[in-house]
């Protein structure tokens, strides 16, 4: 194959569900990001970096997110 037939990979950003998915969930528990961010030993800024949109989490920091907010990490991601 040659690189003029590889053709680029469309795919739907997943950050801005994800985003508002754990916002709405943390506020939802009533949990502050200091909170939450110690509940699941990630730094607030990260926490409020992935509420906007503006971080690429890892899988460990989705999955440390899903524990604290007591939802699968599937339900992050759906």
Known sequence: ?????IQPICFEDPRPGLS?????????????????????GLNKNLINDIEL?????TLVSLAKLAAGLD???????D
């Open 53 to 57: 949109g503006k971080a690429n989490p």
């Open 71 to 77: 939802v699968k990490l599937t339900d992050l991601l």
């Open 20 to 40: 508002k998915r754990v916002r709405a969930l943390r506020e939802a528990q009533g949990l502050s990001l200091r909170k939450l961010s110690l509940m699941v």
């Open 1 to 5: 194959m040659t690189q003029s037939e």
